[in-house]
């Protein structure tokens, strides 16, 4: 049982390129996240999932995209990447909606945008 | 909207000596209430929750939190700190009511020191 897993683990990308973070979980949950973590600012909502077939925006999804491809995966797409997307990128699942069980995060995607 | 604080960037404690990391939050209505810990270069691991009943909760690694409805704060708790809990702490918290996921505070610094 591996719980949230994420890749890659490490990324460097020039400003203008695109990737795509990849997350999966294997403990059947529902609902699916998309953090970052900057200095100082704690953790930040990119885009969650509350279920297979659906998608919403956090607090930060300027410049991203999601897709939720089945029940187990979640990817992040940068389409044209930034300075400013440079952060720690972590991905989250818990059971049933949203609303009253913990998380459970993955590794964590360090991303540098030059 | 409900928001987290996390009044101190960093925490000291001499290890042996009891620790403290404070947390007040917002939120309409009841609370589910979080603490997660982040080790260096790792994600965020969950150490107790509290969802309704007994305001004490006890967690992983000998920690605890007592939830405290008027004065809206969640301060987590150890008897006895070690060297071993120095890491990062995030509180977290999701309204009763509703369908958003969790909203972290901040983070604070533990160090115990030796």
């Known amino acids: 049982n591996a719980g949230v897993t994420q890749t890659p683990k490490f990324q460097v990308l020039k400003t203008g390129q695109s990737m795509t973070l990849q997350c999966a979980q294997d403990m059947n949950h529902n609902s699916m996240y998309w953090y970052r973590q900057d200095p100082g600012m704690g953790l930040r909502l990119i885009y969650y999932?509350?279920?297979?077939?659906?998608?919403d925006k956090g607090e930060v999804p300027n410049g991203y995209n999601v897709s939720r491809l089945n029940k187990r995966e979640f990817s992040l797409r940068l389409e044209s990447a930034a300075p400013s997307q440079t952060s720690v990128y972590f991905c989250?699942?818990?059971?049933?909606?949203?609303?009253?069980?913990?998380?459970?995060f993955g590794p964590g995607t360090r991303l540098t945008v030059t | 909207a409900q928001s987290v604080a996390q009044p101190e960037d960093q925490v000291n404690v001499a290890e042996g000596n009891p620790l403290t990391v404070k947390c007040t939050y917002s939120?309409?209505?009841?609370?589910?209430l979080f603490w997660y810990v982040q080790y260096p270069n790792r994600g965020l691991q969950f150490l107790l929750k509290y969802i309704t009943g007994d305001n004490l909760v006890k967690g992983s690694y000998g920690f605890e939190a007592e939830f405290n409805k008027s004065q809206t704060s969640f301060h987590l708790k150890k008897p006895s700190a070690l060297v071993s809990d120095s890491a990062l702490y995030f509180c977290?918290?999701?309204?009763?009511?509703?369908?958003?996921?969790?909203?972290f505070g901040k983070g604070t610094r533990l160090s115990v020191i030796a």
């Open positions: 977290a918290v999701r309204p009763f009511s509703g369908n958003t996921p969790l909203v």
């Open positions: 999932s509350a279920s297979e077939g659906t998608t």
């Open positions: 989250a699942s818990s059971e049933a909606g949203v609303r009253t069980y913990e998380q459970y």
């Open positions: 939120v309409s209505g009841n609370p589910y």
